[in-house]
């Protein structure tokens, strides 16, 4: 059965190259990005994960702990670790997990039969404090992951976790968002002090009210 958003992120304990990773534990009060990749010492893989090193400060500033994963054994990963780091310039800092019994991949549903019957599809899970998935996005094996558009989404839904709003289309941290539609006008202009431009009844902006 495939995961839903609002789903409990499934636990699971695995050998990773920081150790051994029980999955819940090592979240903490933290949110974090579970990601799959088809396979250890594959191109877009490798890019991706040193893109993913490259951008650790960002995650870290969002309170993001970032997870890969494959179906490859650990002393397969601790080869390639060199390579990601030697090719993209980086250091690979964060737990590559090993799951070579394929436990993690079952649990979330990373194989995807029609596309490979053994290797996992890149998926990609944020999940946030509270254990719960909170996006799902799976791309084929042949296309690399946009990781600006993972930070972009952390920050939509870090912001709306907290605030009585949504963000529109191609929205950027800094920009307008939305009023929601469950809360009045009237009660919009108290709440976010900064101002509420009214385009329709149902479409009302106002400017980020974290910032």
Same mark, same amino acid.
């Given at each position: ?124 899970? *944020?999940?946030?404090?509270? +254990?719960? #998935? @909170?996006?799902?996005?799976? %791309?084929?094996?042949? &296309? ?44 919009? *202009?108290?709440?976010?002090? +900064?101002? #509420? @431009?009214?385009?329709?009844? %149902?479409?009302?902006? &106002? ?5």
């Amino acid at each position: 059965m495939s995961l839903r958003l609002g789903d409990t992120a499934p636990d699971f304990t695995a050998q990773s190259t920081e150790g051994e990773i029980k999955f819940h534990e090592y979240l903490g009060d933290s949110w974090g990005v579970l990601f799959s990749h088809p396979a250890d010492y594959t191109p877009v893989c490798t890019t991706e994960l040193g893109k993913t090193a490259l951008l650790k400060g960002e995650f870290e500033k969002r309170g993001v702990k970032a997870l890969a994963v494959s179906v490859d054994p650990l002393d397969s990963h601790l080869g390639w670790k060199n390579d990601i780091n030697e090719t993209q310039n980086c250091s690979v800092d964060f737990p590559i997990l090993a799951d070579p019994d394929k436990n993690i991949a079952t649990l979330y549903d990373m194989i995807h039969p029609n596309a490979s019957e053994k290797a996992t599809v890149r998926s990609l899970f *944020i999940i946030g404090p509270d +254990k719960k #998935v @909170k996006l799902i996005i799976t %791309y084929p094996a042949s &296309t690399g992951r946009n990781f600006q558009e993972v930070l972009r989404v952390i920050d939509s839904l870090q912001l709306t976790a907290n605030h009585s709003v949504a963000t529109p289309a191609d929205w950027k941290h800094g920009e307008d968002v939305i009023v929601v539609p469950s809360i009045s006008t009237a009660d919009a *202009i108290q709440k976010f002090p +900064k101002g #509420v @431009k009214e385009v329709k009844p %149902y479409l009302r902006y &106002t400017p980020q009210p974290n910032i």
